[in-house]
C-alpha cells in the first residue's frame, strides 16, 4: 500500500491564480480530511469527508473548495490564491470517524507559496 | 480561541532528561490522541487515549487522559535525540455528530547529546 499521496510536493503561485492540490488514499478509508500548517499554529481543520459524496467544512474553510467523487480521491481546489493561504497542506484519511480515535494517516504535505 | 493548549510551546533539553507535555481544555473530549512530527513529514500517530484516568505506556513515554477527560499529558523517561520532534495533541469533542479533529499548537522538542 502507498498509503495517503499528496502531489505536488512543492507549489509556487500567484496571487489570483487557481489550483487543485491532489489527495489520493489505496486503503480503502471512508473518512479522509484536509488541515492547513502554519508556523505556531498547529493542524486547522479545513474541509472533510465521511464518504464519497459527502463533504463539510472545517475550521478555516474560506478560499477553499472539495468535492468527493469516489472514495480514494479527495482534491482540495483553491479558486483564487492569497498570499494568506501560503502553508503547508497536509491531507489525512482514516477507516472511519467515530469519535473514539481512529488513527489518521497523513500524506507527506503540500508546501504552498503564494507570491 | 484555542479548544487545545499544549505547553510548553518550545521545550529543549538535555539527553537523559525526564519531561512532561501537558494538553488542556475546559471541554470534555471523547478521545484524544497525540502524533509526533519531524520535520518535512507528516504527523504519525502515538497513542489513543480514550477512557477517563487511563493511562498508556509507550517504552519510554507515558501517556495520562485526565480523569474528566479535559486534559491529557505525555511523559517521556531519560530523553533521548531521537525523541526531537513536534508533538501534537489532538481530540475530538464528546457528544453531537462531531467529525472533527482538532489540534494543539503543539510542543517542539529538542533533546540535545
Known amino acids: 500500500n502507498a498509503g495517503v499521496t499528496q502531489t505536488p510536493k512543492f507549489q509556487v503561485l500567484k496571487t489570483g491564480q487557481s489550483m487543485t492540490l491532489q489527495c489520493a488514499q489505496d486503503?480503502?478509508?471512508?473518512?479522509m480530511s484536509w488541515y492547513r500548517q502554519d508556523p505556531g499554529m498547529g493542524l486547522r481543520l479545513i474541509h472533510y469527508?465521511?464518504?464519497?459524496?459527502?463533504?463539510d467544512q472545517g475550521e478555516v474553510p474560506n478560499g477553499y473548495n472539495v468535492s468527493r467523487s469516489t472514495t480514494e480521491d479527495f482534491p482540495l481546489r483553491l479558486l483564487s490564491a492569497a498570499p494568506s493561504q501560503t502553508s503547508v497542506y497536509f491531507c489525512?484519511?482514516?477507516?472511519?470517524?467515530?469519535?473514539?480515535?481512529?488513527?489518521?494517516?497523513f500524506g507527506p504535505g503540500t508546501r504552498l507559496l503564494v507570491l | 480561541t484555542q479548544l487545545l493548549e499544549q505547553s510548553p510551546q518550545f521545550l529543549s533539553i538535555q539527553e537523559g532528561e525526564n519531561l512532561t507535555v501537558y494538553c488542556n481544555s475546559s471541554?470534555?473530549?471523547?478521545?484524544l490522541q497525540w502524533y509526533r512530527q519531524e520535520p518535512g513529514e507528516g504527523p504519525v500517530l502515538l497513542v489513543t487515549?480514550?477512557?477517563?484516568?487511563e493511562v498508556k505506556k509507550l517504552k519510554r513515554l507515558t501517556f495520562q487522559f485526565g480523569d474528566a477527560r479535559k486534559d491529557s499529558s505525555l511523559h517521556i523517561t531519560a530523553a533521548q535525540p531521537g525523541d526531537t520532534g513536534l508533538y501534537l495533541c489532538?481530540?475530538?469533542?464528546?457528544?453531537?455528530?462531531?467529525?472533527?479533529?482538532?489540534f494543539g499548537k503543539g510542543t517542539l522538542l529538542t533533546v540535545n547529546p
Open positions: 469527508s465521511v464518504g464519497a459524496g459527502i463533504t
Open positions: 471541554s470534555v473530549f471523547s478521545s
Open positions: 489525512a484519511s482514516s477507516y472511519a470517524f467515530t469519535g473514539g480515535g481512529e488513527t489518521q494517516y
Open positions: 489532538a481530540g475530538t469533542l464528546s457528544g453531537g455528530s462531531n467529525y472533527k479533529l482538532t
Open positions: 486503503m480503502n478509508h471512508e473518512y
Open positions: 487515549v480514550v477512557t477517563g484516568g
